[in-house]
């Protein structure tokens, strides 16, 4: 345990309890950078995006032109490190540019659905009664889908493209995270602290903010993480059917839908943009781990750190 | 020898009660079936009144289900009844004429049986009790000044506590800091729902003392809600004893505590744990079960257990009985009442 003895003099109550409070940020942040496997996923991720956002700079190649005179060269091929497409296109500069559209499609719809679905389950949780059975029934109708399916329908009835798939996913993604939230919140408001919060004459607000939304909060944004390896997969699986993005465009599941005639020919070539949803999805879900781990108020404090 | 008995005591009849509460009743709807419609009512708190005068510590006990704590919760507000009436000082809480809720909280807090559960755990201490006036208004600064004083006032240094999260308390520290919390909004009464029952019998005593303390020197009233008899015959000066929702008995606690009436208060004193290995058990424990409050027993609710149950205990509800006018000793009993047609109706001994 930390010495909580102030030097000299009386104590400035207020300075030291602030001190302490950025203290167990520090102590958080010491957790994560001792964590290897969290640091690991972590670097990978932001090597992943640091490469995509700067993928014209990252190759000489243009992910639209091929050459039908280098069609499905392997890897290690001198000029193309991860060998070529069934049209000639250099494999790497696609997975750089269809990396853009595959991360956007799978951070974004999970952004969206913690804003909305987080909101929708602190007011189900919180206002109970009949809020709760409105919101939850409804969230109960879209949960009965299974998830890969009800994309799919979606997007059939929006139509195709990024904005749709977005919207599709965001959709897909609010009501687990509703369920989740909503039971986190009913938890918590009836715990002994919140009683105590709305008899000291606090307003709902307040209460809301400072004592359920604090203790919600980590819970839920480790669960966003770990969605956002899903809604990678979910997007990738939405272009694979012809439902996300259409051709040329670069995008994962794509590469992967179009590269699939070749796995016999080439099935190196043709598992590559498999790997990269593998491992970016992978990677989101140990970083969601580490994450639950360092914030974890109370393990932060139990090994003295 | 109670604390601060000798500033209660006679005077209380004729001053205006601190807090009187009247006829309070509240009904817990049971939901079932696949529409969740209302399919029965826990009378939950049926017909309580009561009063507390200034200076004095009333104790509220019973079995676990008695309605002790819904009391609380009525009181504090957090749950809302469904008749009756709650003065402060004469003010209808509530009322056009009274005073508001938020009025009321300034001048009643609570604290409750599980300090873990009653303290935010991303807060530290010094959140927690600067929380409460802030959110009533005081400005940081003031705000900081009092928590300070108010971790001094429970015997906890503020160096070395107000930087702490719950977790990094013990359970006699984590209740000191929920007493802090209670006071920090300078609140006249404070109602303590099992608030030292869960906690070591070294550390209880430890915060039964800081209680006894804190009550001389801050001027408060408590509502002692606890089964410990042990502690309530310490603390307390009336007792109010409650069983299935409904008050059997109350009285000043040299009262309950040498002449209980009601056979409940009787069988209640009987499963005291004593240290005279001398004193013997004369009178039979409780048989059997409290009933279940969806469907009290018709007439006397007690009247299931009751070695004397008559007829008319079926029959008809017990009046409240007052027995003893110096005690203010009130009992919920057809053989107190000798207008009743029990047949111990005379015979119980005075």
């Not at chain 2, 000082?89 to 005073?99: N, W």
Request: net charge positive; with cysteine.
């Amino acid at each position: 345990m930390a010495t909580l003895d102030i030097p000299g003099g009386q104590p400035d109550l207020l300075r030291h309890v602030r001190r302490r409070r950025r203290g167990t940020w520090r102590r958080s942040a010491h957790r994560i950078l001792h964590d290897p496997v969290t640091l690991l996923a972590a670097a990978i991720l932001l090597a992943i995006f640091l490469a995509v956002l700067f993928a014209p700079y990252m190759t000489a190649y243009d992910p639209y032109v091929g050459s039908a005179l280098r069609r499905l060269r392997p890897i290690g091929t001198p000029g193309h490190w991860l060998g070529t497409d069934e049209i000639g296109r250099d494999i790497y500069t696609r997975l750089l540019f269809g990396g853009r559209l595959s991360l956007l499609a799978g951070v974004t719809p999970v952004a969206f659905a913690l804003l909305i679905g987080g909101s929708l389950g602190l007011v189900a949780g919180y206002g109970g009664g009949w809020v709760n059975t409105v919101i939850m029934r409804t969230m109960d109708m879209f949960y009965a889908f299974p998830s890969v399916l009800l994309a799919v329908a979606i997007c059939s009835i929006v139509g195709a493209g990024l904005t749709n798939t977005i919207i599709a996913l965001t959709i897909v993604l609010i009501s687990p995270i509703v369920r989740l939230t909503e039971s986190l919140t009913t938890q918590i408001r009836s715990l002994d602290f919140v009683l105590a919060a709305r008899a000291s004459g606090a307003s709902t607000v307040s209460i809301l903010t400072r004592h359920v939304l604090a203790n919600v909060l980590g819970p839920i944004l480790v669960y966003g993480t770990s969605l956002v390896g899903l809604s990678i997969i979910l997007a990738s699986g939405l272009t694979f059917l012809g439902l996300g993005v259409p051709p040329p465009e670069p995008e994962w599941g794509a590469m992967l839908s179009s590269l699939r005639q070749a796995i016999y020919v080439a099935p190196i070539n043709a598992a590559l943009p498999g790997a990269m949803i593998f491992i970016t999805s992978l990677c989101f879900n140990l970083v969601s781990d580490g994450l639950r781990h360092a914030l974890d108020i109370r393990a932060i404090n139990e090994t003295g750190i | 020898m109670r604390p601060g008995s000798e500033t209660t005591g006679k005077r209380s009849s004729l001053a205006l009660p601190l807090l009187e509460v009247s006829h309070l009743s509240k009904a817990f709807p049971v939901r079932g079936g696949l529409l969740g419609r209302t399919i029965a009512h826990v009378r939950a708190v049926d017909d309580v009144s009561f009063v507390l005068h200034a200076g004095e510590v009333l104790a509220v006990v019973g079995e676990s289900g008695s309605g002790k704590s819904t009391v609380a919760q009525l009181l504090m507000h957090l749950v809302s009844r469904d008749q009756g009436s709650i003065h402060l000082e004469g003010a209808s809480v509530g009322a056009k004429d009274g005073i508001t809720v938020r009025q009321l909280r300034r001048s009643m807090q609570i604290v409750f049986q599980d300090s873990y559960a009653a303290l935010n755990p991303r807060l530290t201490v010094f959140e927690t009790l600067v929380y409460g006036p802030r959110s009533n208004g005081a400005s940081r600064h003031t705000s900081a000044m009092r928590a300070e004083k108010l971790l001094d006032e429970v015997g906890l240094d503020p160096a070395r506590f107000a930087a702490r999260y719950p977790h990094e308390l013990s359970g006699g520290q984590r209740q000191r800091v929920n007493i802090a919390r209670a006071l920090s909004l300078d609140p006249r009464i404070i109602i303590l729902d099992e608030a030292v029952s869960a906690l070591d019998k070294s550390v209880e005593a430890q915060i039964l003392n800081l209680l006894v303390t804190l009550k001389r020197e801050l001027d408060l009233q408590y509502i002692f809600i606890s089964h410990d008899l042990n502690v309530v015959e310490y603390i307390s000066d009336r007792v109010m004893v409650m069983y299935l929702g409904t008050v059997v008995e109350q009285a000043a606690t040299d009262a309950i505590f040498s002449r209980p009436r009601h056979p409940y208060t009787r069988a209640l004193l009987t499963s005291k744990p004593t240290i005279d290995p001398r004193r013997r058990t004369t009178e039979l424990p409780i048989q059997g079960e409290m009933p279940n409050p969806m469907s009290p027993p018709s007439g006397c609710r007690f009247r299931t257990r009751c070695p004397f149950a008559d007829d008319v205990c079926a029959a008809q509800v017990p009046r409240t009985i007052t027995v003893d006018q110096a005690a203010n000793h009130q009992v919920a009993c057809h053989m107190a009442d000798p207008l009743s047609s029990h047949s111990r109706a005379a015979g119980m001994p005075a």
